[in-house]
């Protein structure tokens, strides 16, 4: 089975920052990497699917990138709206399987 | 887009069972896989089953292979998640989740999301 290690656990950022998240998968996952946003108590958002590509309605500051076994998310600048956790999630193969995710927290 | 509403979630004892159902609307629910997602409490995402658009394929997560079984009625537009032998480690929110199919190339993320049942094993 696929292992996905997401880091850092969190990730403390203030409005206008870069940041990145990395995923790092136990074998190739042939950039079937996806994205997602989760804010409390709602269901995660999809932002990015086969690694790179943005989702319809999501903002362009979100960037994804990647291959094989190591993909980042990037935000670059960070808006109030952003403070959330974040999921990658491999479905290469099955069992599909998400990293632990990413809290972005406000400095 | 498909809407999903996940429904069943409830209090069961540990070595019990519990029945999920997940409904759909607006859009043609036998063109979709399902998967079925849960969040315990305060932790992450894990994935847990997925069932295929005509039911001919199913795959499940180690956790949970052997104790739950995924099923569909595409002419009720369900898809169910039975659960055996639960135990405490099995408490979450359960998501029904799905995307549109892969074509030219591309296979998306899960976009569509209902909003979760709670499920709750203790004695």
């Known amino acids: 089975d696929i292992q996905m290690t997401q880091s850092p656990f969190t990730l403390s950022a203030s409005v206008g920052d870069r940041v990145t998240i990395t995923c790092r998968a136990s074998q190739s996952i042939n950039s079937w990497l996806a994205w997602y946003q989760q804010k409390p108590g709602k269901a995660p958002k999809v932002l990015i699917y086969k690694t790179s590509n943005l989702e319809s309605g999501v903002p362009s500051r979100f960037r994804g990138s990647g291959s094989g076994t190591e993909f980042t998310l990037t935000i670059s600048s960070l808006q109030p709206d952003d403070f959330a956790t974040y999921y990658c999630?491999?479905?290469?193969?099955?069992?599909?399987?998400f990293g632990q995710g990413t809290k972005v927290e406000i400095k | 887009e498909l809407h999903l509403l996940e429904s069943g979630g409830n209090l069961v004892q540990p070595g019990g069972s519990l029945s999920l159902s997940c409904a759909a609307s607006?859009?043609?629910?036998?063109?979709?896989?399902i998967s079925w997602v849960r969040q315990a409490p305060g932790k992450g995402l894990e994935w847990v089953s997925i069932i295929s658009n005509t039911g001919d394929t199913r795959h499940f997560a180690d956790s949970v292979k052997g104790r739950f079984t995924i099923s569909r009625d595409n002419s009720e537009d369900t898809v169910y998640l039975q659960m055996n032998s639960l135990r405490a480690e099995d408490t979450a929110i359960y998501y029904c989740?799905?995307?549109?199919?892969?074509?030219?190339?591309?296979?998306?993320?899960?976009?569509?999301w209902g909003q979760g049942t709670l499920v709750t094993v203790s004695s």
């Open positions: 989740a799905t995307r549109e199919k892969c074509g030219n190339g591309v296979c998306y993320g899960l976009q569509y």
């Open positions: 999630h491999q479905y290469n193969s099955y069992p599909w399987a």
């Open positions: 607006g859009s043609t629910f036998s063109e979709y896989d």
